[in-house]
């Protein structure tokens, strides 16, 4: 348990430390604590060199919109392939959870947008995402809807309802915690993910916060910044550790439920 | 968006006895699920994930690069570049060396801390949680924080007054990286152990403590057959999300040394800064072909094994 624990640990005290560490110091990283504590000049720095809010609102930019049409979208999905039964449903079911197991052709996406003229732009790198997590989504949503009485939708119809506000006023707040689930797992792969957005944004104006650490980084070679980098890193990081602090009990419940049924 | 759906089934109230009775002429399903709710998912799913993966088919037949205005049909040329040079059957083998270390050390790591800290207690909770930490964070921050690690002047060295190239062997640098693979995906295959050892029934662990079993033994006949539909889902996402990876290894190694871990991802990612995309492309029909081939016998295999236990 102790070595589990150190496995953790040391890399998190390594980050840490060396965030707060002014450059000199910071040059051979090791587990010191700083002999002269700057975090506050380290992240100003980050801020001012790093472009480092630039990144953060081009990184909501294009995650928020991301996980918000994933949800909207994969849920109007689920719904009609849990409750329908026919082989079109099973057929259009299967090919939309294929994205769980087929790996994106991420070279042809990229002539695609070019011909759509989406290439380097938000809604470009927003369509990819969506494309891309949409399976994870409806897999996870479809398996809920259908531990979902149909009785509860039966007695609403009786009553008048008619299909979108059974859909609005019956299935999404009963998806609540599967919604949970999906928005972190979202949110998570879209917030850290830089091999996409690398080919749909690159560099540039629209860069998110990976690819701006990622050229922090590589800077790294010959200005020798790790105290940036790591400050970098904390601040990627927050955001994620935040949100799973508050959601914590419904991500886990969320999760195994949807992976040992 | 279908707003005229809408409103001609409200002038229609739903009959007092909801079933037996059709609405018009369409089926039942039709109007209660009506497919436009399914339709711009699948909209969105066909432009920017199926078309993309079918024009894949396409594209490593061409001479497709920054270097020609228009794009020829070239036939097998793109194939023989990447098996001549030697890049093909390198990103294959590394790729699906890393596939398998990385589900072999993420899953054991998961499965070992998730019986650690299967008892509900204070202590236990947090260090899930503390577990489940390097999830967050990001894999290509992940990547740099090892880097600093395990460097010749990093961080490890320094520790142990050691002057080891880590990251410079030519074999053993790609199973170090897996184990970083391993150690950032631990949590989640720990949080779905766990889920799995909370869903065995607490009277089959008695029963076997009666028959006195001892905690070998009940792990072996009663906890690690009952974690059968765990073990599909974590070795399968393992296996087929590790032959998509990029971010660790860019951030470690960037492919080296001597392109010794050079994955698919990586050679992709190369190549088309290079502005070779078509060989890029070839590349990527591969990765698709060899992960159809594995994903399938893996998927149907490991349900079935579920299925006998």
Same mark, same amino acid.
């Given at each position: 348990?102790?070595?589990?624990?150190?496995?953790?640990?040391?890399?998190?005290?390594?980050?840490?430390?060396?965030?707060?560490?002014?450059?000199?110091?910071?040059?051979?990283?090791?587990?010191?604590?700083?002999?002269?504590?700057?975090?506050?000049?380290?992240?100003?720095?980050?801020?001012?060199?790093?472009?480092?809010?630039?990144?953060?609102?081009?990184?909501?930019?294009?995650?928020?919109?991301?996980?918000?049409?994933?949800?909207?979208?994969?849920?109007?999905?689920?719904?009609?392939?849990?409750?329908?039964?026919?082989?079109?449903?099973?057929?259009?079911?299967?090919?939309?959870?294929?994205?769980?197991?087929?790996?994106?052709?991420?070279?042809?996406?990229?002539?695609?947008?070019?011909?759509?003229?989406?290439?380097?732009?938000?809604?470009?790198?927003?369509?990819?995402?969506?494309?891309?997590?949409?399976?994870? *989504?409806?897999?996870?949503?479809?398996?809920?809807?259908?531990?979902?009485?149909?009785?509860?939708?039966?007695?609403?119809?009786?009553?008048?309802?008619?299909?979108?506000?059974?859909?609005?006023?019956?299935?999404?707040?009963?998806?609540?915690?599967?919604?949970?689930?999906?928005?972190?797992?979202?949110?998570?792969?879209?917030? *850290?993910?830089?091999?996409?957005?690398?080919?749909?944004?690159?560099?540039?104006?629209?860069?998110?916060?990976?690819?701006?650490?990622?050229?922090?980084?590589?800077?790294?070679?010959?200005?020798?910044?790790?105290?940036?980098?790591?400050?970098?890193?904390?601040?990627? *990081?927050?955001?994620?550790?935040?949100?799973?602090?508050?959601?914590?009990?419904?991500?886990?419940?969320?999760?195994? *439920?949807?992976?040992?049924? | 968006?279908?707003?005229?759906?809408?409103?001609?089934?409200?002038?229609?109230?739903? %009959?007092?006895?909801?079933?037996?009775?059709?609405?018009?002429?369409?089926?039942?399903?039709?109007?209660?699920? %009506?497919?436009?709710?399914?339709?711009?998912?699948?909209?969105?799913?066909?432009?920017?994930?199926?078309?993309?993966?079918?024009?894949?088919?396409?594209?490593?037949?061409?001479?497709?690069?920054?270097?020609?205005?228009?794009?020829?049909?070239?036939?097998?040329?793109?194939?023989?570049?990447?098996?001549?040079?030697?890049?093909?059957?390198?990103?294959?083998?590394?790729?699906?060396?890393?596939?398998?270390?990385?589900?072999?050390?993420?899953?054991?790591?998961?499965?070992?801390?998730?019986?650690?800290?299967?008892?509900?207690?204070?202590?236990?909770?947090?260090?899930?949680?503390?577990?489940?930490? %390097?999830?967050?964070?990001?894999?290509?921050?992940?990547?740099?924080?090892?880097?600093?690690?395990?460097?010749?002047?990093?961080?490890?060295?320094?520790?142990?007054?050691?002057?080891?190239?880590?990251?410079?062997?030519?074999?053993?640098?790609?199973?170090?990286?897996?184990?970083?693979?391993?150690?950032?995906?631990?949590?989640?295959?720990?949080?779905?152990?766990?889920?799995?050892?909370?869903?065995?029934?607490?009277?089959?662990?008695?029963?076997?403590?009666?028959?006195?079993?001892? %905690?070998?033994?009940?792990?072996?006949?009663?906890?690690?057959?009952?974690?059968?539909?765990?073990?599909?889902?974590?070795?399968?996402?393992?296996?087929?999300?590790?032959?998509?990876?990029?971010?660790?290894?860019?951030?470690?190694?960037?492919?080296?040394?001597?392109?010794?871990?050079?994955?698919?991802?990586?050679?992709?990612?190369?190549?088309?800064?290079?502005?070779?995309?078509?060989?890029?492309?070839?590349?990527?029909?591969?990765?698709?072909?060899?992960?159809?081939?594995?994903?399938?016998?893996?998927?149907?295999?490991?349900?079935?094994?579920?299925?006998?236990?």
């Amino acid at each position: 348990m102790a070595i589990a624990a150190l496995a953790v640990g040391v890399p998190l005290w390594l980050v840490a430390v060396t965030s707060a560490k002014p450059q000199a110091e910071a040059i051979t990283p090791n587990l010191d604590l700083p002999r002269h504590w700057q975090p506050g000049g380290n992240y100003e720095e980050a801020v001012s060199q790093g472009e480092m809010l630039r990144g953060f609102l081009n990184s909501l930019l294009v995650v928020v919109p991301s996980v918000a049409l994933v949800l909207i979208l994969g849920a109007g999905a689920a719904w009609v392939f849990a409750r329908r039964k026919s082989k079109l449903v099973s057929a259009a079911y299967a090919l939309c959870i294929s994205g769980l197991l087929l790996p994106p052709a991420v070279i042809t996406i990229v002539m695609e947008l070019r011909q759509l003229g989406l290439a380097g732009t938000r809604p470009g790198m927003i369509a990819v995402y969506t494309g891309m997590y949409l399976s994870t *989504s409806i897999f996870f949503m479809t398996g809920f809807i259908r531990a979902i009485p149909v009785e509860l939708e039966e007695a609403a119809r009786m009553d008048g309802a008619t299909p979108l506000r059974i859909f609005r006023q019956i299935i999404l707040p009963l998806l609540r915690p599967v919604i949970a689930t999906a928005t972190i797992m979202v949110m998570l792969y879209a917030w *850290s993910d830089i091999f996409y957005a690398f080919f749909v944004l690159g560099g540039g104006e629209k860069a998110t916060l990976p690819l701006n650490l990622y050229k922090v980084a590589s800077a790294q070679l010959y200005l020798n910044n790790w105290h940036l980098v790591f400050a970098y890193v904390v601040v990627m *990081s927050l955001p994620m550790v935040a949100i799973f602090l508050v959601a914590q009990r419904k991500i886990v419940s969320g999760i195994t *439920s949807g992976a040992v049924k | 968006m279908a707003d005229t759906a809408i409103r001609t089934r409200t002038q229609k109230p739903a %009959p007092a006895k909801g079933r037996g009775r059709k609405v018009g002429r369409l089926p039942r399903a039709a109007v209660h699920h %009506p497919w436009w709710f399914a339709l711009p998912a699948i909209a969105v799913f066909a432009a920017f994930f199926l078309v993309p993966n079918l024009l894949n088919f396409y594209y490593p037949f061409t001479n497709w690069s920054s270097y020609h205005p228009d794009i020829a049909f070239t036939g097998l040329d793109n194939f023989k570049t990447i098996a001549d040079d030697g890049s093909l059957l390198r990103a294959i083998r590394t790729t699906l060396v890393y596939a398998l270390l990385a589900a072999v050390f993420q899953n054991g790591f998961g499965l070992v801390l998730a019986l650690l800290l299967e008892e509900d207690s204070r202590f236990n909770r947090f260090f899930r949680a503390v577990f489940f930490l %390097p999830v967050l964070i990001s894999a290509l921050a992940t990547g740099y924080v090892f880097q600093a690690l395990l460097n010749q002047d990093g961080a490890v060295n320094g520790l142990l007054g050691t002057n080891i190239p880590w990251l410079g062997s030519t074999t053993w640098t790609l199973v170090l990286v897996t184990v970083i693979h391993g150690w950032k995906w631990m949590g989640l295959s720990m949080l779905i152990y766990l889920a799995g050892l909370k869903g065995i029934p607490g009277e089959m662990l008695e029963a076997a403590k009666c028959d006195g079993a001892g %905690p070998w033994r009940t792990f072996w006949s009663v906890r690690w057959p009952m974690l059968a539909p765990a073990l599909t889902f974590n070795v399968t996402t393992a296996l087929i999300g590790s032959m998509n990876t990029f971010d660790i290894v860019q951030a470690t190694t960037g492919g080296g040394p001597a392109a010794s871990t050079e994955v698919f991802n990586i050679y992709m990612f190369r190549v088309f800064g290079q502005g070779l995309y078509a060989q890029a492309s070839t590349m990527s029909l591969v990765l698709f072909l060899i992960v159809v081939a594995l994903a399938i016998p893996l998927v149907f295999g490991l349900r079935r094994r579920e299925q006998l236990l």
